[in-house]
């Protein structure tokens, strides 16, 4: 019988280029970019207005982790969350089911055999668990 080998580690990504994952690269790659464009381009109080926090977000979806899920993945799923409509209507179908009986006859209830409570006797039983418990902690 032949033996295969089983990947272990497949929910990690691969590092392509050094310690960084091919995303990485390319999130760092965009941001580098941007920022060479801006500083040949614009004016250095524009540059760093317009450019650097550009550039500092690809940094941060490069490596900024929210809940161990990729930043990339959070901003997307907020962005479809506020994109989305909301208004949920319901609608009747014109075939009514039947409605199931509101209440179980005390027969088939799981809940037959136990006593209930009056607020009296529910009071009282706090009481006493209130006082053992400071008597406890006195001791």
């Known amino acids: 019988m032949q033996q295969y080998q089983v990947p272990q580690f497949i929910t990690i990504?691969?590092?392509i280029i050094g310690p960084l994952t091919l995303k990485q690269f390319l999130y760092?790659?965009?941001?580098?970019?941007?920022?060479?464009?801006?500083?040949?381009?614009?004016?250095p109080i524009l540059f760093f207005v317009l450019a650097m926090p550009l550039?500092?977000?690809?940094?941060?979806?490069?490596?900024a982790k929210i809940n161990?899920?990729?930043?990339?993945?959070?901003?997307f799923?907020?962005?479809?969350?506020?994109?989305?409509?909301?208004?949920?209507?319901?609608?009747?179908?014109?075939?009514?089911?039947?409605?199931?009986?509101s209440a179980p006859t005390p027969e088939a209830s799981p809940l037959a055999g136990i006593h209930?409570?009056?607020?009296?006797?529910?009071?009282?039983?706090a009481w006493?668990?209130?006082i053992k418990g400071r008597i406890e902690e006195r001791e």
Do not use: T
């Not at 550039?55 to 490596?63: I, T």
């Open 128 to 130: 006493s668990l209130d």
């Open 77 to 101: 799923a907020a962005i479809n969350f506020y994109l989305k409509p909301r208004l949920y209507l319901w609608r009747q179908s014109r075939h009514a089911r039947p409605m199931p009986p």
């Open 28 to 43: 760092l790659l965009g941001g580098g970019g941007i920022a060479v464009l801006g500083w040949s381009l614009l004016h």
């Open 55 to 63: 550039a500092g977000l690809s940094v941060a979806l490069a490596f």
């Open 68 to 75: 161990d899920r990729p930043l990339a993945s959070v901003l």
């Open 13 to 15: 990504e691969d590092r």
């Open 116 to 125: 209930k409570l009056s607020p009296s006797k529910l009071e009282d039983l």
